[in-house]
């Protein structure tokens, strides 16, 4: 089992950048496909971005295409969203999400979660 912990979020306004990350404990992510997911009270989460292994494949939800990127760093262990040009309906509770194969949106595809970090966009 994958530890994960996110940091990063906070309060911006519109147009800003924040940037997310996620670190983990007890295992190396070197060989995890990693997930970005967010969501809103009353909301399904939802698929924000995904990197496999290597860093050679990444998804993105449309939403976000062109404005969010995802990357790794294997050697601080450590997945970063980069988010800029937020906008208020990127306000979310971001999570990251750890899997050992390929990449996919699906949630149901990760097996590991942090416990998430709070973005708010305001306008």
């Known amino acids: 089992q994958v530890q994960l912990v996110e940091s990063g979020g906070g309060l911006v306004q519109a147009g800003g950048s924040l940037r997310l990350s996620c670190a983990a404990s007890r295992r190396t992510l070197s060989t995890y496909t990693m997930g970005w997911f967010r969501q809103v009270p009353g909301k399904e989460r939802e698929f924000v971005a995904a990197?496999?292994?290597?860093?050679?494949?990444?998804l993105y939800a449309d939403s976000v295409k062109g404005r969010f990127s995802i990357s790794r760093d294997k050697a601080k262990n450590t997945v970063y969203l980069q988010m800029n040009s937020l906008k208020p309906e990127d306000t979310a509770l971001y999570y990251c999400a750890a899997r050992s194969l390929g990449v996919t949106t699906l949630q149901s595809g990760y097996n590991d979660w942090g416990q998430g970090t709070q973005v708010t966009v305001s306008s």
């Open positions: 990197i496999n292994w290597s860093g050679g494949s990444t």
